[in-house]
């Protein structure tokens, strides 16, 4: 079965400094990638996402992600954090025909001034 | 333009109150999705329709009864819920359904008394 792993629950960085949140994934196909953002009470937002070509992708507010198939991991990270980069982080991939994302539980990011 | 709304943004009924949840997308998106999501944890998939088709119903109690009057709009009627049905509603649409990207709304809060 398809299963998304985020290892770390709660991260704390302080600004400026770099990021890297984890996730691996569980899928027998070529998986599609995604990792969201949520702020708190809000809904989600893409960051990012990967189906196939280059293995680092691209995203929104200074995201990237690197693919690697080896690893069955798709980790988000960003080179200088930002306060307002505080929030919880989704990594999903997408279960197949049924349209169905299975996230991962989730990272929180904190951001210490 | 990627916008998903919902209304309303906040709800609170009682367990013999009769609502509904609202959801618009003008995307072109065929398929659409109510998810909900419970404090600290990922979302969770409920209901998929496709071309104004329900595709998938992930189990969902009948209290929950999803509609589809055209291919921009997804009600979620609620009749007789409980307080455990407290939890944040989410609708998302995509392209199509399967392996897409879903955009999603900014939710619902709704707190069952």
């Known amino acids: 079965a398809q299963s998304v792993t985020q290892p770390d ?23 599609y990638l995604f990792w969201y953002v ?6 989600l937002q893409l960051l990012l996402k990967y189906f196939s070509g280059d293995t680092l992708v691209q995203g ?11 690893q069955s991991s798709f980790n ?4 200088s954090v930002h306060w307002s980069d505080a929030a919880e982080y989704f990594c999903a991939v997408d279960g197949g025909s049924q349209g ?4 991962g539980k989730g990272t929180k990011l904190s951001v210490k001034p | 333009d990627t ?23 003008h995307m072109g998106h065929r398929a659409m999705y109510w998810y909900k999501q419970k404090a600290k944890k990922p979302p969770e998939l409920m209901f998929v329709y ?15 009864s999803p509609e589809c009057p055209n291919s921009s709009l997804l009600n979620l009627h609620l009749h007789a819920l409980q307080p455990e049905d407290s939890a ?3 609708c998302a649409s995509s392209y199509l359904q399967g392996a897409e990207t879903q955009y999603f709304g900014p939710g619902t809060r709704l707190l069952v008394l």
Request: charged share 20%.
């Open chain 1, 9 to 31: 629950i709660h991260i704390t960085v302080s600004e400026g400094a770099s990021l890297e949140l984890r996730c691996n994934y569980s899928y027998g196909a070529t998986p």
């Open chain 1, 38 to 43: 949520q702020s708190p009470g809000q809904g």
């Open chain 1, 60 to 70: 929104i507010k200074g995201f990237e992600a690197e693919f690697k198939r080896s």
């Open chain 1, 76 to 79: 988000l990270r960003k080179p």
């Open chain 1, 100 to 103: 169905n994302l299975i996230f």
């Open chain 2, 3 to 25: 916008e998903v709304t919902q209304t309303p943004k906040h709800l609170v009924m009682g367990m013999t109150n009769k609502k509904s949840l609202k959801c618009e997308q």
């Open chain 2, 50 to 64: 496709s071309y104004e088709k329900l595709s998938i119903n992930e189990s969902v109690p009948s209290r929950f």
């Open chain 2, 88 to 90: 944040l509603y989410l």
